[in-house]
C-alpha cells in the first residue's frame, strides 16, 4: 500500500507525464505547421511515449491500492525561434523530468518503500535514454546551423523513426 506522501508524489508524476505529452504535441504541430513533417513525426511519438509513461504510473498506484487523481494541465507554449530553440526546450523539459523522477525516488527512499524504488528503476532509465536521444538532435542542429539540406535531411531522418512501446525487463 502506498503512503498518501508516495501516492501523491506519484500523482503529481502523473500530472507530469501527461503535461510533457501535451507539450510535445504542441511541438509537433509547430514542426507540421513549418513543413518539418519529420521532425512533426519524431514529435509524435514522443507523444505516445509519455502518455505510455503517465499509464505505468497510473496502473501502478491502483496496483498498490491507491487512488488516482487527475490534475488541470496547463496550456504549452506553441511558438518557438527555431527548430533548434524548439529541441533545446524539449531538453530543458526532459532533464526537468529526469530531477522530478530523481525526486520521486527520493521520497520511496524515505517512505521506505521498495516496491516504488524498483518500478522507479524503469523510468530513471528511461530518463538517460530521452536526454540522450534529445540531446543527439540538440547536437545536431547545432551543427547543420541554418543550413536547409542539413534541415532536410535531418527532418527526412527524423520521419524514419518508429513508434515501438517501451518495455519494462521482465515483461
Same mark, same amino acid.
Do not use: C
Given at each position: 500500500m502506498l503512503t #498518501?506522501?508516495?501516492a501523491k508524489?506519484?500523482?503529481?508524476q502523473?500530472?507530469?507525464?501527461?503535461?510533457?505529452?501535451?507539450?510535445y504535441?504542441a511541438?509537433?504541430? =509547430?514542426?507540421?505547421h513549418?513543413?518539418?513533417?519529420?521532425f512533426?513525426?519524431?514529435?509524435?511519438?514522443?507523444?505516445?511515449?509519455?502518455?505510455?509513461h503517465a499509464?505505468?504510473? =497510473?496502473?501502478?498506484i491502483?496496483?498498490?491500492?491507491?487512488?488516482?487523481v487527475?490534475?488541470?494541465?496547463?496550456?504549452?507554449q506553441?511558438?518557438w525561434?527555431s527548430p533548434?530553440a524548439?529541441?533545446?526546450?524539449?531538453l530543458k523539459?526532459e532533464? =526537468?523530468?529526469?530531477?522530478?523522477?530523481n525526486?520521486?525516488a527520493r521520497v520511496?527512499?524515505?517512505?521506505? #518503500?521498495r516496491?516504488?524504488?524498483?518500478f522507479l528503476q524503469?523510468?530513471?532509465?528511461?530518463q538517460?535514454?530521452e536526454?540522450?536521444?534529445v540531446?543527439?538532435?540538440? #547536437?545536431?542542429?547545432?551543427?547543420i546551423?541554418?543550413?536547409p539540406?542539413g534541415?532536410?535531411?535531418l527532418?527526412?531522418e527524423?520521419?524514419?523513426?518508429k513508434?515501438t512501446?517501451?518495455?519494462?525487463?521482465?515483461e
Amino acid at each position: 500500500m502506498l503512503t #498518501d506522501k508516495m501516492a501523491k508524489a506519484l500523482n503529481d508524476q502523473i500530472n507530469a507525464e501527461l503535461s510533457s505529452a501535451y507539450l510535445y504535441q504542441a511541438m509537433a504541430a =509547430y514542426f507540421e505547421h513549418l513543413g518539418l513533417r519529420g521532425f512533426a513525426k519524431w514529435f509524435d511519438n514522443q507523444v505516445l511515449e509519455e502518455m505510455i509513461h503517465a499509464r505505468k504510473l =497510473y496502473d501502478f498506484i491502483h496496483e498498490r491500492s491507491g487512488r488516482v487523481v487527475l490534475e488541470g494541465i496547463e496550456a504549452p507554449q506553441h511558438e518557438w525561434e527555431s527548430p533548434l530553440a524548439a529541441f533545446e526546450a524539449a531538453l530543458k523539459h526532459e532533464r =526537468y523530468i529526469t530531477s522530478r523522477i530523481n525526486d520521486l525516488a527520493r521520497v520511496a527512499d524515505e517512505e521506505g #518503500d521498495r516496491a516504488t524504488q524498483i518500478f522507479l528503476q524503469w523510468f530513471i532509465s528511461e530518463q538517460v535514454e530521452e536526454e540522450s536521444s534529445v540531446g543527439e538532435i540538440v #547536437d545536431q542542429l547545432r551543427f547543420i546551423k541554418e543550413s536547409p539540406h542539413g534541415l532536410f535531411m535531418l527532418d527526412r531522418e527524423l520521419g524514419q523513426r518508429k513508434f515501438t512501446t517501451p518495455s519494462v525487463e521482465g515483461e
